[in-house]
């Protein structure tokens, strides 16, 4: 039994590891020439300052006038930042292989209460300051489409790149007029396309996040997890609520800290997994697309009930041999276990040019058509083959639900197990096993 129950994962996991690969060389790929894990950190507004002042030094007995100066810049973060998303999933092929790629189509809004600008430290000195730059940093700057800033209601122009040394890539945007010592807004909007996973920097004083998606398999991760969310068949909604207290994003970002691509999450052994964040990145939250539903986890997870199918199968197989008194060859045995074999073979490849249901009707019948008529011959009729192929029809349709199901397989499986169980105590409930003859009811003796 045990021997059969591992042919089929050796022969599968030979042919999956390939095709894994490929499908993450695909993903790769498919990231290189369009846009890959997406990370958001914005806006943040930059003022670049500097102070000149007079000195006098006196060098070999002459008094000099040096001019020195002071350069420094101000980051601020908003003191209330409002981020609202749209995702639409637009899965990319390479032949027989996808990528989750997505466009979210994103609002920003953000409220600052700016201080004055700084004072001169030194005596005489004079601050001079550039007009402020408004800033957002993006992980992948060819995901960037129809990108509008409006500041104070006025409409802004774009220039590609930020000021950030460490998180240089994005786009900015010069304001018209010194913003220092009152509040002003700012609304962006964009189009941000990426692959696998999104993720959002908290850095304002207080940050909102709302995403929807018409994705029903998402994989939170990152720092946070959502304080509300709704899953459903035709997608997902959360939403996010952080203050500074909780996060220190905002501090990340004054520290020039390197904003990092990738959230903790990992959608299952045949699918893409996301990076996870080095040290010194700013902090972020966010969600994968993951694909439980690919045909290889799929396939994966039906290797995992291999053993109890096949032993499923062979008690079976040896309760029709008892109860009809039918005797099976060793190599009968092995013929039926090849067939077994074969329908996980056969599942992954059709999976690879069909959909996971349709190859699995397809396979399940296939197998269970030959061992009927299989069972026909060495049962000696067509009535008892077809019942033996109804049965093992029914073992696949059962294994097909708990493939189905994810987080309740495990009570399903003990409730067939149970199932099984007892239908083999009644059927054998009148057998001798010392003689492996039906027993007969002996007359009490007077003796």
């Known amino acids: 039994f045990c021997g059969l129950s591992i042919l089929p994962r050796a022969r599968i996991g030979r042919r999956a590891d390939p095709l ?36 006098t030094e006196r060098r070999d007995n002459v008094t000099h006038t040096v001019t020195r100066r002071r350069d420094l810049q101000m980051d601020a973060t908003p003191d209330n930042l409002q981020l609202a998303g749209r995702v639409t999933m637009e899965p990319r092929y390479r032949g027989l292989f996808k990528a989750n790629t997505f466009v979210a189509a ?53 220039r590609p790149g930020t000021p950030f040394e460490q998180h240089p890539v994005g786009f900015q945007a010069r304001l018209p007029a010194a913003v220092a010592g009152r509040t002003v807004s700012a609304d962006i909007t964009l189009q941000l396309v990426g692959s696998s996973d ?3 920097a908290p850095i304002g004083e207080h940050t909102t996040v709302q995403l929807e998606a018409d994705w029903p398999h998402p994989s939170f991760g990152g720092r946070f997890l959502p304080t509300t969310r709704t899953v459903t068949d ?29 959230i903790e999450a990992e959608d299952g052994p ?41 032993l499923l199968t062979f008690v079976a197989v040896g309760m029709v041999e008892l109860l009809r ?4 060859h060793p190599v009968q045995y ?49 009535r008892a083959g077809l019942g033996f192929g109804a049965g093992i029809g029914g073992l696949y349709g059962a294994l097909f639900v708990l493939l189905q199901r994810e987080q309740t397989a495990l009570v399903l499986g003990a409730i067939l197990l149970f199932a099984v169980l007892a239908a083999v105590m009644w059927a054998t409930r009148r057998v001798d096993w010392y003689g492996f003859t039906p027993s ?7 003796d």
Do not use: M
């Not at 894994?20 to 997406?38: F, L, P, S």
């Open 106 to 158: 994103t609002t920003l809004a953000a409220t600052w209460s700016l201080p004055a600008l700084p004072a001169a430290e030194h005596p005489g000195g004079q601050v001079t300051c550039d007009l402020p730059v408004l800033a957002v940093a993006v992980s992948d700057s060819r995901g960037l489409r129809d990108v509008q800033i409006r500041f104070d209601g006025q409409a802004l122009a774009l």
């Open 20 to 55: 894994r690969g490929r499908a993450d060389e695909v993903r790769r790929d498919i990231e290189r020439t369009q846009a890959g894990r997406q990370a958001l950190l914005g806006p943040v507004l930059r003022t670049t300052c500097r102070e000149d002042w007079t000195e």
């Open 325 to 328: 008194g039918v005797r099976l």
């Open 234 to 262: 035709q997608g997902f909604a959360a939403g996010w609520t952080l203050t500074s207290l909780a996060t220190t994003a905002a501090r990340d970002v004054h520290a020039g800290a390197a904003l990092c691509a990738g």
């Open 334 to 382: 092995l013929l039926v276990g090849c067939a077994l074999a074969l329908f996980f073979l056969l599942l992954l490849s059709l999976s690879e040019h069909l959909g996971f249901g349709v190859s699995y009707a397809v396979a399940s019948t296939a197998c269970a058509g030959l061992l009927a008529a299989y069972g026909a011959q060495v049962l000696g009729g067509w």
């Open 270 to 310: 045949y699918g893409p997994r996301s990076e996870r964040p080095a040290k010194g990145c700013v902090e972020t939250f966010g969600v994968a697309f993951v694909d439980p539903v690919n045909p290889y986890a799929l396939t994966d997870r039906a290797l995992k009930y291999g053993l109890l199918f096949v």
């Open 440 to 446: 007969t009811p002996r007359a009490a003796s007077l």
């Open 198 to 200: 999104l993720a959002v």
